[in-house]
């Protein structure tokens, strides 16, 4: 089968997103500055050849310190997603195969998570674990299985209702060799395209709470931390936001649009 | 005969769904309070003794036995529950002040806060939605479909940072310094309307497809209706279910964009009493701001629901009447054609069969 | 079979039945429309299309879908896909030329000229909207009537078209009507305005046999009103019956056009002898009597293999080698008695599920269940299967009462008893290749060796005459009749002793369906199965079954030899699903 036309716009973000995984894995190659001492560096240098986003109140390199936050932001994410994924396609799985009174209890369990506003429920769980970047990487987690949970079932009770799964048992398969076969992989493939989608949302989520400063303790070149620290020379140096804020965003777009199209695909 | 649905069946989905709406609530309380006053109990009491506090050893020793801390973890936790039920939301252990009379104070700013913040973004998702399907120009459409993905991917604090940045700093439009209630608003709702406008926007985007490609669509395009007519009459009330579902489950949205929001702007409010109480470790508080939002969380989607069948028809004809079983394996041709998904079908036909 | 033709009275493109000059109905002349695909390559859908509507006159285009008769339609009526486009010719109504006019001035054109019924009546109205709002809704738009004026013409129209207390109806919903009073009230809506012509898609395949038959009355009617319609459908029989002129459309283009009775009783274009040799309807109540499914010359072409052929005649002997086993056998192979499954009883004593059913099949023989949507059809289907046990009643499969399987035997039940669905394309795992699935039954049942099963597929789909380079192919690559092909070489390659037939052939071309048809044919006589055949489809069960059931809201209201119940039906009901099948032929 001719596969479908792959967008430019695709293109670019999967050509982005692999640069800032290249940033989380080796970042020395991207940039020569020591992101936590800024050593002799003159203070709130504006934008320049040599700072290309400046440096912030201390003298330290900002895109350096992006550059070597990657890996805290996309290890933080990429928990996060895996804590929702795990968790959450087991739930939906149990929920959707099962039915009777464990779908009962787990749907019910999904309702809670779902009413208690996602902010607020990671806040509690990072004011249980206490603040740090897996902590909040958990905390954002737990607030995705619920959706996690919800679009595995759906997809489930979907498929355990297709012709095609009745048609199995009619061939003679037994019940765990249509849910191995037939079940399993024709529902998962919406369900990884959510979790694609999920791993910019939950960049912002970590960010945030980095933001909020729940997440990594500075120094550590949280995306977060750098703009909330950025934030007190909000008047007079822009760029220690402006451009943080920048990379964030575009990831998060790019991851978006990568979910986006890998959604379509298994669609 | 009749086919009007008898009010009977629409009070027992009422009770059934009020039922379920009970039962997540209880739950979410149960576990919110286990999580925050139960489990840390003595640890949060311990810090009422906090000399900058200047509790009196009187004023600890009411607290403890007001929240049960001097009984069993059951004791504590039904203590708890009729303090919440009664409007009574324990003590702050960062500033010994009653919870309830924090809430007091900061409530009305954050009303204010969620009211003009959720008014624009639903103004925006209309005209972002619109543009991205009735657009003109399909650059101008092509523009405004992609601009719901943008606006999920903006950090809300970050925004609000840039517009502070821009706005007061640079173009000195707002002031920052002893601004009116009316000026103060503007920069924080906006940062508020854009995530959650996002939501919105999308699935009226795709609903608005979803319902033009529907036959209807044509049928009455081929009576001779302009595009405003189709929009009005045909479109918006479908495209509308949808979207009223997603208002609905935005509100946990509007929760955390004010957590955020009111910190960035430092506007007083339920957020930012949340943020210094997760920074000082407040668990009295924490419980009462998760309590309570969820509590609104629920009773929005609860109001959702139970006015849905207001708007759409077909919600009003019970369940019960569907006859032929739908997952019995292959049905007729019929059932693929959409005749056999209304649950009137069946005897309908048969009346027409034999006239 | 149609006679042999005496000299041609039409030749194609030609402009049946048109006085030259006159300007009233419809007149396309030349009409080219193409389609832009993703590669944005402009295809043409129709080239240099002819036709025209007199006033109080019905034009048939019939053709197989993606013949381009919808797009006829739909730039008839100015509503081509976005990416469509006229590239060439004249459509002309009442003398205007429709295709010179800007999307305003068509706009006013649509709806007061030209009234449209569309295929679906199911989602072809409004949820959220009253029936009344729906049928005066072109005079609303077109400032035609002030809202009470629009509300009593919308009672007129409704009684017009034949709906019950049209003041009940009128503040109805459409999800509170049948399927055939929707239609009636689209066919309202379109005649609202006194439009000159309507342009009706399709207007009954989705509606039950003695419905479709009210609805095509009640356009009648409104072209003794002196009203063109312009009918689109992919049934020749019903365009014979009804029609005055009908052009057959094929791959865009309009291969054969005449008048009705021409076209189908001498038909000049090879596509249409086809056409009338595969409509079941027209075969198998043509003069000759009903017409044996024989294995037919384009089934070979698809590189069948050369093995047996045989033929499903109206009687039981002839059968193959292995046929004559079950033959000998004194109890049938299928015995079911007192079938019972009720979901829901109405006021009227109508059943939702089935009620009472008994019936018995000897092997090698094919029993036909035939009833409209909503008559239980399905669930029979089910308990057979194995999937659905029943509240009362058994159904016993060589020894196995399905209705009651134990479950030690129930994988035996599964193998004996094989289901083919409706739509082929929903009953494949839409990741796995089509092998893969024929595969299934073999691994699941372990039939044969590990190392076999490549050459049984191989084997299955050269059987179902296809060719196994296809077996690495996903579902989606294949054609409808081609997937229908892959299903059945599934439930055969379980060797199973009876199949049954669920609208197995219904979602398809007639052409497409007489080939499967022919080949299940000389599948049961080549291997002495017994089938269980299921359709809402008189005329193809009366071709394929030696006996039948007669199905109506859940009860069986006959049962017999196929030849004794459709020559003398003895139920009212019967009577009237044959009355309803339509007879070009007289």
Request: with cysteine; charged share 15%.
């Amino acid at each position: 089968m001719r596969r479908r036309h792959i967008r430019p716009l695709t293109l670019a973000a999967a050509a982005v997103i692999a640069l800032v995984i290249a940033w989380a894995l080796a970042p020395g190659l991207f940039t020569r500055q020591d992101p936590n001492d800024g050593g002799t560096t003159a203070a709130l240098l504006a934008p320049s050849g040599a700072h290309w986003f400046g440096t912030d109140e201390i003298g330290r390199d900002v895109f350096a310190r992006m550059v070597y936050g990657a890996s805290h932001s996309l290890l933080a994410a990429l928990i996060a997603v895996g804590v929702g994924l795990v968790v959450g396609t087991a739930l939906g799985l149990i929920a959707g195969s099962r039915r009777g009174w464990a779908e009962d209890v787990i749907m019910r369990a999904v309702d809670v998570l779902l009413s208690i506003p996602a902010l607020l429920l990671s806040l509690t769980i990072v004011i249980i674990l206490g603040f740090g970047t897996v902590n909040a990487a958990i905390a954002v987690g737990v607030t995705a299985i619920a959706q996690f949970a919800r679009l595995t079932r759906s997809q489930v009770v979907r498929v355990s209702g297709a012709p095609y799964v009745q048609a199995a048992y009619g061939s003679g398969a037994g019940y765990g060799s249509v849910l191995v076969r037939h079940i399993v992989p024709n529902s998962l493939s919406p369900v990884l395209a959510l979790a694609v989608l999920q791993i910019g949302w939950a960049i912002l989520q970590i960010s945030t709470l980095g933001f909020l400063g729940y997440g990594t303790p500075p120094p550590t070149p949280e995306w977060g931390l750098i703009i909330a620290e950025g934030r007190n020379y909000v008047a007079t140096s822009w760029w220690l936001t402006v451009f943080p804020g920048l990379i964030i965003m575009i990831v998060v777009l790019a991851t978006h649009r990568l979910g986006t199209a890998l959604r379509q695909v298994s669609a | 005969m009749s086919r009007t649905r008898p009010p009977a069946l629409s009070w027992r989905y009422a009770l059934n769904r009020v039922g379920q709406a009970l039962l997540v609530l209880a739950i979410a309380f149960t576990l919110a309070s286990v999580l925050l006053a139960i489990l840390p109990g003595d640890a949060i009491m311990a810090r009422y003794a906090n000399p900058e506090l200047a509790l009196s050893p009187d004023q600890i020793e009411a607290i403890r036995v007001q929240s049960g801390a001097d009984r069993g973890w059951f004791a504590q936790y039904l203590t708890t529950l009729a303090g919440f039920l009664t409007g009574d939301f324990g003590y702050s252990v960062a500033s010994g002040a009653a919870v309830s009379d924090l809430f007091a104070a900061a409530v009305p700013a954050t009303l204010a806060l969620a009211a003009v913040g959720l008014a624009a973004a639903v103004l925006a998702a209309v005209a972002i939605a619109l543009l991205a399907t009735f657009g003109r120009q399909r650059w101008l459409r092509a523009v405004f479909d992609a601009v719901p993905s943008l606006f999920i991917s903006v950090p809300a604090f970050w925004l609000g940072i840039v517009l502070i940045q821009v706005f007061s700093f640079q173009l000195g439009w707002v002031s920052v310094v002893d601004p009116s209630p009316a000026e103060a608003l503007v920069l924080p709702a906006l940062t508020l309307m854009v995530p959650l406008s996002a939501p919105l926007a999308q699935v009226l985007i795709r609903s608005i497809d979803e319902v033009r490609a529907q036959p209807f669509v044509r049928v009455t395009r081929a009576k001779g209706a302009s595009d405003g007519w189709l929009l009005i009459h045909a479109i918006a009330r479908n495209a509308a279910l949808p979207a009223l579902t997603m208002a609905g489950l935005t509100f946990g949205e509007l929760v955390g964009g004010a957590v955020v929001t009111e910190t960035v702007f430092g506007r007083t409010g339920i957020g930012q009493l949340t943020s210094q109480a997760v920074a000082n470790r407040d668990n009295p508080v924490l419980l009462a701001v998760v309590v309570v939002s969820t509590a609104a969380f629920v009773l929005v989607n609860l109001a959702i629901d139970l006015l849905y069948p207001v708007i759409d028809v077909r919600l009003r004809t019970s369940p019960g009447d569907r006859g032929a079983p739908g997952n019995q394996g292959g049905h007729s041709l019929r059932a693929a054609s959409g005749q056999a998904d209304a649950p009137a079908t069946a005897p309908a036909d048969r009346q027409e069969a034999g006239a | 079979m149609t006679g042999a033709a005496s000299a041609p009275h039409s030749t194609p493109g030609a402009h049946a039945g048109s006085a030259p000059g006159s300007s009233a109905g419809l007149r396309i002349a030349g009409l080219s429309v193409d389609y832009r695909d993703r590669g944005g390559a402009w295809r043409p859908a129709l080239t240099d299309v002819d036709l025209s509507v007199e006033p109080g006159a019905m034009t048939a285009v019939v053709g197989e879908s993606g013949s381009g008769k919808t797009t006829t339609a739909a730039a008839v009526i100015g509503l081509l896909a976005g990416n469509g486009r006229i590239s060439g010719g004249s459509i002309e109504l009442g003398g205007e030329e429709l295709t010179a006019l800007r999307p305003a001035q068509l706009a006013r054109v649509r709806g007061t000229r030209i009234g449209y019924v569309p295929q679906d009546p199911g989602t072809s109205l409004n949820p959220l909207a009253t029936i009344g709002t729906a049928v005066a809704e072109t005079l609303r738009i077109h400032r035609l009537a002030t809202r009470a004026q629009a509300r009593e013409r919308a009672l007129e129209l409704l009684d017009r078209v034949g709906i019950d207390s049209p003041e009940r109806r009128i503040d109805q919903y459409p999800h509170e009507l049948s399927g055939g009073m929707r239609q009636r009230a689209l066919i309202a809506a379109a005649i609202a305005a006194r439009p000159e012509l309507i342009v009706a898609d399709e207007p009954t395949s989705a509606l039950d046999v003695t419905v479709q038959q009210r609805i095509l009355d009640l356009l009648d009617d409104l072209r003794a009103e002196g009203t063109g319609i312009l009918l689109i459908t992919h049934d020749l029989a019903v365009a014979g019956e009804r029609a005055d002129t009908v052009a057959v459309m094929q791959r865009g283009r309009i291969v054969e056009s005449g008048p009705a009775a021409t076209v189908l009783t001498a038909p000049t274009c090879d596509y249409t002898r086809r056409l009338l040799r595969d409509a079941p309807s027209l075969t198998a109540f043509s003069p000759d009597g009903p017409q044996p499914a024989s294995p037919a010359p384009e089934v070979r072409r698809e590189s069948r293999p050369a093995r047996a052929s045989g033929a499903v005649g109206t009687g039981s002997a002839g059968r193959g080698a292995s046929a004559g086993e079950g033959a000998q056998a004194e109890e049938p192979l299928l015995r079911v008695s007192g079938l019972t499954q009720v979901y829901a009883r109405g006021a009227d004593g109508a059943v939702a599920g089935v009620e009472d059913v008994s019936f018995a099949v000897p092997a090698g023989t094919t029993h036909g269940i035939v009833g409209e949507s909503g008559s239980g059809k399905s669930t029979i289907a089910a308990v057979l299967a194995g999937t659905l046990v029943p509240q009362a009643g058994s159904a016993v499969v060589a020894g196995i009462d399905a209705a009651r399987v134990p479950r030690t035997r129930r994988r035996e039940l599964r193998r004996a008893v094989q289901l083919v669905h409706q739509n082929p394309a929903s009953a494949l795992d839409p990741m796995w290749s089509v092998g893969a699935s024929i595969a299934e039954p073999l691994r699941s049942f372990r039939i044969g060796a590990r190392s076999e099963r490549a050459a049984r597929v191989r084997e299955a789909m050269e059987m179902v005459a296809l060719s196994p380079d296809l077996a690495e192919r996903r579902p989606r690559e294949l054609s409808g009749g081609q997937l229908q092909r892959v299903a059945i070489a599934r439930a055969f390659a379980a060797r199973p002793q009876l199949i049954v037939f669920d609208e197995a052939v219904s979602a398809l071309d007639v052409t497409v369906q007489a080939q499967i048809l022919r080949l299940l044919g000389s599948l049961q006589a080549e291997l002495g199965l017994t089938y269980v055949f299921i359709s809402h489809d008189l005329a193809v069960v009366r071709g394929i079954a030696q006996s039948v059931s007669v199905l109506s809201r859940g009860r069986q209201v006959e049962e017999g030899p196929t030849a004794r119940v459709f020559d003398d039906p003895q139920d009212a009901y019967t009577r009237r699903l044959i009355a309803a099948i339509p007879h070009p032929l007289g």
